[in-house]
């Protein structure tokens, strides 16, 4: 199940995740960059219920490039991704955080642009 763009997927007592930086719209470089963000399951009784969050350039679903992943000890992570340079145009940047207190996964995703930023559409001219 992923997330509108640009939202996370989180409801009252649900495992939760979002991501801090980059933004939607931003222009990423290639190679590495950091993502950060927080992501905890408040149904959890100790710790924060999250025992794994992966990162990935265009849902996984459909076949998106694993970008890194992180066991956070914090509700905050921090990974280190290295975006390849044939990555270059808009992408989907997604997160996936998975509870280890229900199994269950929030997702949140956001546009993004790898290494060039979209081409604006010309003005029609009037002649």
């Known amino acids: 199940m992923a997330a509108a763009p ?3 997927m ?3 007592g649900a495992t939760f995740v979002q991501l801090a ?3 939607a719209g931003d222009l990423l470089p290639t190679g590495d960059i950091i993502i950060t963000g927080s ?6 009784t ?3 219920g999250i025992d794994r969050v992966e ?6 679903e459909n076949g998106g490039l694993f970008l890194g992943s992180v066991d956070p000890t914090d509700k905050i992570f921090k990974i280190t991704a290295a975006v390849p340079s044939s990555a270059n145009g808009g992408h989907t940047l997604t997160v996936y955080a998975h509870s280890s207190v229900t199994g269950q996964e929030a997702v ?3 546009p993004v642009f790898v290494n060039e930023a979209p081409t604006p559409t010309p003005r029609p001219t009037s002649n």
């Open 6 to 8: 640009g939202t996370a």
């Open 10 to 12: 989180a409801t009252q």
């Open 21 to 23: 930086n980059p933004s």
């Open 39 to 44: 992501a905890y399951d408040p149904t959890a």
């Open 46 to 48: 100790s710790g924060i």
């Open 55 to 60: 990162l990935f350039l265009d849902p996984r």
């Open 108 to 110: 949140q995703q956001i």
